[in-house]
C-alpha cells in the first residue's frame, strides 16, 4: 500500500490552519503532520514531523513565507514547498519561484485543486495555479538583463549535451514522463539527469531550473 503524503501547514491563522488541517483530512492518500503559526517554527517543525511538502503562506507576522522557504530548500533532502497567497503579483511569484517553492496557488484555490497540488509536487512535478502559470511563461517573453542572461548561459554549459537538453525541455514546462518521451529514455533516466542538474547548478528543484532556462533564453 502507498504511504500517504505528508503535510505542514503553515499559517499565522488558526481558522485556516484548522479548515485546511480538516479539508486534506478528507483524502485517504494525504496526512496533516502538523501544523504552525509561524516561518520561525518551520525548521523546528519539519525537523520533528519530516514532512514531503510544506503548505506555506506567503505573508506572516514573524519570519514571512520567502524566507521560510529558502532556509528549507537549503537543508539536506528538504521537503517540497507550495506557497499559498492572496497576492499574485510577479514579484510575489518570482520570489517564490527563485526561493525554490514547487508549487505557488491562491488561497481560493479549491480543496481538489489543492490535494493535487500536493499529490504532483510530492512526485517531484511542479504545480502553479493556471493564471500563475501564464504569467511564469509570459517571463520568458521579456528581456532579462544581461548579467543575468550571461550568468545563466554559463550556468547551462556546465551541463552535457544530453543534461542541457532535459534542461531545454524543463524550461518548457515538460514533465518528466514528456521528456522520457521526447528523449526516448525511460522516467528513471530522466529523474537520474534531473539529479545531475540539479547539483551541477546548485539548485534545489525543477522550476529553478525553468527559470534558468528562460533567463538564458533571454
Aim: hydrophobic fraction near 45%.
Amino acid at each position: 500500500m502507498t504511504l500517504p503524503v505528508r503535510v505542514l501547514i503553515v499559517d499565522d491563522d488558526a481558522l485556516v490552519r484548522a479548515g485546511l488541517t480538516m479539508m486534506l483530512g478528507e483524502f485517504d492518500d494525504i496526512e496533516v503532520v502538523g501544523a504552525v503559526a509561524d516561518g520561525t517554527e518551520v525548521v523546528g517543525a519539519v525537523t520533528r514531523a519530516r514532512p514531503h511538502v510544506v503548505l506555506m503562506d506567503i505573508r506572516m507576522a514573524g519570519l514571512d513565507g520567502i524566507t521560510a522557504t529558502e532556509q528549507l530548500r537549503a537543508r539536506s533532502e528538504p521537503p517540497e514547498v507550495i506557497i499559498r497567497t492572496t497576492f499574485d503579483t510577479d514579484r510575489h511569484i518570482r520570489l517564490a519561484l527563485r526561493a525554490g517553492a514547487s508549487g505557488f496557488l491562491l488561497k481560493h484555490t479549491p480543496p481538489e485543486r489543492i490535494a493535487h497540488a500536493v499529490r504532483q509536487v510530492a512526485a517531484g512535478e511542479p504545480m502553479l495555479s493556471s493564471n500563475v502559470f501564464r504569467r511564469v511563461m509570459a517571463f520568458a517573453a521579456e528581456p532579462a538583463a544581461d548579467p543575468r542572461r550571461h550568468r545563466a548561459q554559463a550556468m547551462l554549459q556546465r551541463l552535457s549535451p544530453g543534461e542541457r537538453q532535459v534542461a531545454l525541455l524543463v524550461g518548457e514546462g515538460r514533465t518528466n514522463q514528456e521528456i522520457a518521451v521526447e528523449m526516448v529514455m525511460s522516467t528513471a533516466t530522466v529523474k537520474a539527469y534531473m539529479s545531475r542538474i540539479l547539483t551541477k547548478l546548485d539548485l534545489t528543484n525543477r522550476v529553478q531550473v525553468a527559470l534558468v532556462v528562460q533567463d538564458a533564453a533571454g
